[in-house]
């Protein structure tokens, strides 16, 4: 079983609409919550971090259930550049690597 | 100011062949990674240095992975003898400081490896 696990989508969504999904991690060391973005062929870019009381930034509400071990990400009124893959990532409290989740693919159309 | 930059932008290997993929982080940051990307999966740690010093490689796939950052700031990550399973993508990461698990880590745009 994988460390970080998201559907893989895609989730085809319509301009204008609200996305919403979550990831699971397994490890309740975790210590940091993340959500990081990347378009095709481009590096990954931190979109933001995740807050035990939920955070927002924008059209974008993250939300961390640490009894559940899941993060969602919401994004309302989703615009045409929003298509990307998003993807989960955690941080362990020892060492700063990141772990990854595989993405979640997300298509605004029009 | 300059974000992190990685050369070459793209490889092609033939099996067996030595390849030597370069890092330059964002100036002054004070760790460095180094994650390996897969079509179509997310990204893998490999490794990790504090300075010159390599804190973390428990990422990496076989002693055939070589990484190191003699004077604490260019990396260079080396696959010796490469092998199909080695295309990906390897993505380097540097962040400022030296243990806050919040630090922000920048991305470089990637070095995409093909092992024909």
């Known amino acids: 079983r994988k460390e970080v696990e998201q559907d893989p989508g895609p989730f085809n969504v319509p301009e204008g609409a609200t996305v919403a999904f979550n990831c699971t991690y397994s490890n309740s060391a975790s210590q940091s919550f993340f959500w990081y973005r990347q378009d095709c062929r481009k590096e990954p870019k931190l979109l933001m971090s995740v807050y035990s009381s939920g955070n927002e930034d924008g059209r974008f509400t993250a939300q961390l259930n640490r009894a559940s071990q899941y993060i969602s990400l919401l994004i309302r009124d989703s615009k045409l550049s929003d298509s990307a893959t998003y993807l989960c990532?955690?941080?362990?409290?020892?060492?700063?690597?990141?772990?990854f989740g595989g993405g979640t693919r997300v298509l605004v159309k029009p | 100011g300059a974000g992190v930059s990685q050369s070459p932008r793209y490889k092609v290997a033939k099996r067996g062949q030595d390849v030597a993929l370069r890092c330059d982080p964002i100036?002054?940051?004070?760790?460095l990674f180094w994650y390996q990307q897969a079509l179509g999966q997310g990204p893998e740690f490999l490794t990790y240095?504090?300075?010159?010093?390599?804190?973390?490689k428990s990422g990496l796939p076989s002693d055939r992975f070589f990484a190191e950052r003699p004077e604490g700031s260019v990396s260079t990550l080396k696959i010796q003898r490469t092998q199909q399973e080695d295309s990906a993508v390897y993505l380097c990461?540097?962040?400022?400081?030296?243990?806050?698990?919040?630090?922000?880590?920048?991305f470089g745009p990637g070095t995409r490896l093909t092992v024909l």
């Open positions: 100036s002054g940051h004070v760790s």
């Open positions: 990532v955690v941080n362990k409290a020892a060492g700063n690597k990141l772990t």
């Open positions: 990461a540097s962040s400022s400081g030296a243990s806050l698990s919040t630090d922000t880590q920048y």
């Open positions: 240095f504090q300075n010159e010093a390599q804190l973390d």
